[in-house]
């Protein structure tokens, strides 16, 4: 249910950025207010479904929390980009080209990290590289 709930969540943001664009194209609301309150909510949801864990929690390390912020203020710049280029492209070839970001971790997780892949992973990356390719000139 979590990765659906993802899925739902991830492939809803652009239509729905798209969908709330004026006759012009442009935004009648700030996009970083509407950026913090999703992220608020997120925080929220993520501490009442902590709060109903059965097993006895950890106690709130600030050092520990500080490690995810930074993934946090990435996602912040990321998700604020997301109504920037949206102003550029429709919400298909946005979905299809947000894909290459798959492609880019692959090959940086074997640039950055010096770790080879397995042939299947490889694959995988080539086939969504491709696939991508082909998705967007159809598009197009």
């Given at each position: 249910?979590?990765?659906?709930?993802?899925?739902?969540?991830?492939?809803?943001?652009?239509?729905?950025?798209?969908?709330?664009?004026?006759?012009?194209?442009?935004?009648?609301?700030?996009?970083?207010?509407?950026?913090?309150?999703?992220?608020?909510?997120?925080?929220?949801?993520?501490?009442?479904?902590?709060?109903?864990?059965?097993?006895?929690?950890p106690s709130f390390d600030p050092l520990e929390a500080m490690h995810f912020a930074v993934p946090a203020a990435i996602y912040f710049v990321n998700n604020n980009l997301v109504f920037w280029i949206l102003t550029?492209?429709?919400?298909?070839?946005?979905?299809?080209?947000?894909?290459?970001?798959?492609?880019?971790?692959?090959?940086?997780?074997?640039?950055?990290?010096?770790?080879?892949?397995?042939?299947?992973?490889?694959?995988?990356?080539?086939?969504?590289?491709?696939?991508?390719?082909?998705?967007?000139?159809?598009?197009?």
């Open positions: 249910p979590y990765v659906l709930a993802g899925v739902v969540l991830m492939t809803l943001q652009p239509m729905l950025v798209t969908f709330s664009q004026n006759e012009q194209g442009k935004l009648e609301y700030n996009p970083v207010s509407s950026t913090l309150l999703s992220e608020v909510g997120k925080l929220a949801l993520s501490a009442a479904l902590l709060r109903m864990q059965p097993v006895p929690r550029y492209v429709n919400a298909t070839t946005f979905q299809l080209l947000s894909q290459l970001k798959t492609v880019f971790t692959g090959l940086l997780f074997r640039a950055v990290l010096g770790r080879r892949l397995t042939a299947m992973q490889s694959i995988a990356i080539w086939q969504l590289a491709a696939g991508t390719a082909v998705s967007n000139i159809h598009c197009e």
